[in-house]
């Protein structure tokens, strides 16, 4: 068995969502590496028994915050903190080599030759001059470093508030020394394309072998119709939409039929036609039944995705979320309002 692993970090179920998409894109592509993930206290015991099925290394690691509001905030991401826990990577000693990939990423096309580059080898972010973008890169784990990053952390603390901030800190002779430690462009390729990233993203497309959902969308979080199994891509994405479809295959194909309802996330609950969404979104996931007609089912889930993705910013303003359509929605509302006794009787006066 290979010495090397693909590595990657879950905090809740939701994103363990992504996490297990990846691990069945990586095999997909064929690795020939061994996967191994880390999870905090919030996954739960069954979610954790789904990743057994599918990563060689399932392990448990505690939660490290950086604890720096200030510079979180900055960033309107104040749930970067926790990213912190990424350092323990470096704690699978049980390993040679390592290449960390974020669970937001997928693989599209094999890329075990990332193995042959050296520590810290990290594509630039393309926001950040002379930066890395710490959602994928190269690594070898050591209790030596580990002890080291989180000592420096301790001291000098993390310019973003997260974990690239301090990973560009610690490894600071990135951007000058050795360029073979640059990933090039398509081993992190971010779905959100500004104008001026867009024609490069349409030039390598092809090429892309790891695709980036950084950023507030997620695959997860986009609008999904069970009936057709097919993924609603927000307007600022539509030129990944067949990659956001991709994700949804894979979750279709592989990780669907092994959801149950004794998945959880805190904060998501409704129970508009019964559907169990206490379970969470893995949970209510769940309960759709792919390729089938709609169900009320269907109907709630859209909702609690519509509402999870106003909660957190991503708001397709020329698609479903238009004014147009908010305010035909308004309309309805107000149109189908019982009317008060008053009204009722000003009615009838006027009929008289």
């Not at 894109?25 to 206290?41: E, M």
């Not at 990944?240 to 279709?252: E, G, R, S, V």
């Not at 149109?335 to 006794?341: F, H």
Request: net charge negative; charged share 20%; glycine share 6%.
């Amino acid at each position: 068995m290979s010495n090397f692993a693909w590595v990657t970090l879950t905090t809740n179920d939701t994103y363990s969502l992504g996490a297990l998409v990846l691990a069945h894109s990586l095999k997909r592509a064929g690795t020939a590496h061994q996967l191994a993930v880390l999870v905090t206290p919030g996954v739960s015991e069954s979610m954790r028994n789904k990743l057994k099925d599918v990563y060689n290394v399932v392990q448990e690691v505690n939660v490290l915050d950086s604890q720096d509001a200030a510079n979180l905030a900055l960033l309107a991401r104040p749930e970067l903190g926790i990213t912190f826990t990424k350092l323990h990577c470096w704690r699978l000693v049980q390993f040679e080599k390592c290449v960390f990939l974020d669970s937001d990423t997928l693989v599209l096309q094999n890329c075990d030759e990332l193995f042959e580059r050296e520590e810290l080898s990290a594509a630039p972010d393309v926001s950040w001059p002379d930066c890395f973008n710490s959602g994928v890169f190269v690594f070898k784990p050591s209790l030596d470093t580990f002890a080291k990053i989180t000592e420096f952390a301790l001291k000098h603390g993390s310019f973003d508030g997260g974990d690239q901030g301090l990973l560009n800190s610690y490894f600071a002779d990135w951007a000058h020394t050795d360029i073979n430690k640059h990933l090039p462009f398509i081993y992190n390729v971010t779905a959100f394309a500004s104008y001026c990233y867009l024609p490069a993203f349409k030039q390598f497309r092809d090429k892309i072998k790891i695709l980036h959902f950084a950023g507030k969308m997620k695959p997860w979080l986009v609008q999904f119709n069970s009936e057709s199994r097919t993924a609603s891509a927000p307007s600022d994405y539509a030129h990944a939409t067949d990659l956001i479809q991709l994700w949804w295959n894979i979750f279709c194909d592989n990780v669907h039929k092994t959801l149950t309802d004794k998945m959880h996330t805190k904060g998501v609950s409704s129970d508009n036609f019964g559907f169990n969404f206490e379970a969470g979104l893995a949970g209510a996931l769940s309960q759709l039944r792919l390729g089938e007609q709609r169900t009320p089912e269907q109907d709630a889930y859209e909702a609690l995705m519509r509402r999870q993705c106003w909660e957190a910013g991503q708001i397709d303003y020329a698609g479903k979320d238009s004014f147009e359509n908010i305010w035909k929605k308004i309309t309805e509302t107000l149109e189908s309002k019982p009317k008060t006794e008053t009204e009722q009787q000003d009615d009838k006066s006027g009929s008289s």
